[in-house]
């Protein structure tokens, strides 16, 4: 009799062990960035992209390359205790030859630099590029960071926890929304960092109206559609991501108007990235 009832209790107490969650993580945490001024951060970014250029609908020009850069987040001041001023400092490691794209600028520069106010949540307050970027290039900057910048929820997240972040764009359409989507995947310890894994999917819309780098007499005005879909890691204790790799997906549409005479160009363009913290340094 105590066998028999042995044999059925076993399933039945392994069942309730791996239903009770055997290897799941029940932890909460805050997801906040933490300011200490006088830190810097430094991180190490490469990107792979393939390119297809095209005017009045015809290919004019494939493209493939790689670049490397190395960018400064230094942490200038701590405000009211929830927001912070930040300087990022970029300054290209390999530089490939001939003008880079990068967020949506074109440039030769093998540095430029910038500055935010974030709140603690990674929402911008207030955005300033440095004094070489038209003022198109610096309006694409604070847009893009805007909608790249995840705005951490306001409550504490455990695994499985969902949440959105949505920016509202002016488009010749009218309004829409730009809205990426973040899950927390689990919780892992990564070096010396306890970290949350965040996997995002979204879209950003970044507005363009600049001047073109190799035509004064141009003017380019349209719109950049960017699919993103990635992970971050994200080290709860000094509040600051750890590393990220994500994919993307941009097309450009827009027009150039040179000598008067209208060019619709359209650029299609595939990202992918990696991005992760190589040192640490205080006063």
């Not at 105590?2 to 799941?24: D, E, M, N, Y």
């Amino acid at each position: 009799m105590r066998s028999k009832l042995t044999r059925l209790l076993i399933p039945i107490f392994i069942t309730i062990v791996f239903a009770l969650g055997c290897g799941t993580d029940y932890r909460e945490v805050r997801l906040a960035y933490k300011f200490h001024p006088g830190k810097t951060y430094t991180y190490e970014y490469k990107t792979d992209i393939s390119s297809n250029t095209y005017e009045d609908g015809a290919l004019t020009s494939s493209d493939k390359r790689t670049y490397r850069l190395l960018y400064d987040q230094e942490i200038l001041e701590a405000m009211d205790h929830d927001r912070g001023r930040i300087k990022y400092t970029y300054t290209l490691k390999e530089p490939p030859a001939g003008p880079v794209n990068i967020t949506g600028t074109d440039t030769a520069a093998a540095s430029w630099s910038n500055e935010c106010i974030m709140a603690n949540d990674g929402s911008i307050v207030e955005f300033a590029s440095d004094s070489s970027a038209t003022p198109g290039s610096a309006d694409y900057y604070r847009r893009l960071f805007e909608q790249a910048s995840p705005m951490y929820p306001d409550e504490p997240v455990k695994e499985g926890f969902v949440w959105s972040h949505t920016v509202r764009v002016v488009t010749d359409d009218g309004l829409t929304d730009a809205t990426t989507t973040y899950k927390i995947k689990s919780f892992v310890r990564s070096g010396e960092h306890d970290c949350a894994v965040i996997e995002y999917r979204g879209n950003m819309l970044i507005p363009l109206e600049k001047s073109c780098p190799d035509e004064i007499t141009a003017i380019q005005s349209g719109m950049d559609k960017i699919e993103v879909e990635g992970v971050a890691y994200f080290a709860y204790t000094e509040g600051i991501i750890l590393r990220e790799e994500e994919s993307s997906h941009l097309v450009r549409e827009a027009t150039i108007i040179q000598d008067g005479e209208p060019i619709e160009l359209k650029i299609d363009e595939i990202r992918t990235y990696t991005n992760h913290l190589t040192d640490i340094s205080q006063p």
